[in-house]
């Protein structure tokens, strides 16, 4: 497994907030924000995706620690998300990241459509994760290989949408995201990727 130092020093200076949606009002007010920096490792250059919670959270629900590896229905409890895609593209890649340690990356074509063809055919490494939490606080890093995502052409950017789901206190849930387009959460929809980043020429996966 490639190793990372995960580590609330590493933490980018750019946050960038997520917000609840009104749909689904959280029943405390927290704070939430997330960020992304290219991060390197032992097997290679990778995106370090960090997740910052903070605020009364008694209510919050966490997954068990379990096996690392990957797994379906992540979402369904507290997980932490980020879809990306090429700009003008229908395609994207979506990864799910639990404080269990466990995860899941899929791909669709295009909205809601999924492309378990290029799943299976296109192995990929496994990300990283640590959670730490402390009273008031709680931090989820996952490092990902930059060969899970999009190939861009230098200076590209890709587009991010940030995401996360909460389990309250009797299984209640409320959908963050850096920006809801719609009346009901929706973390498929492209109008929700609306974090640019290109990486450094050097680092740029070259697969399609």
Known sequence: MPH????PSSLPDQRHPLTCHPATPCPVPL????????????????????????????????????????AD?????????????????PAYREFNFSPSGQWAAYRFRSERVRDAEAE???ARSRPVIE????????????????????????GQPLLWGLTAVLEHAAGRL??????????RPDFHHSAGRTLALALPTQALPRHS
Do not use: K
Not at 4 to 7: Q, W
Not at 174 to 182: K, V
């Open 73 to 89: 229905g992540l979402w369904q409890h507290t997980c932490f998300e980020a879809f990306v895609a090429r700009p003008g593209e």
């Open 120 to 122: 299976t055919a296109c």
């Open 174 to 183: 409320s959908y963050w995201a850096l920006h809801h387009p719609g009346p």
């Open 131 to 154: 959670c730490v939490s402390a009273p008031g606080q709680l931090l989820l890093q996952a490092w990902l290989p930059l060969q899970n995502l999009p190939a861009v052409t230098p």
């Open 4 to 7: 990372t130092a995960l580590l």
């Open 31 to 70: 704070q939430f924000s997330a960020a992304l920096a290219v991060a390197g490792s032992e097997s290679g250059p990778g995106l370090l995706l960090c997740y910052e919670l903070r605020g009364d959270l008694a209510d919050l629900c966490l997954p068990a620690a379990a096996e690392p590896g990957p």
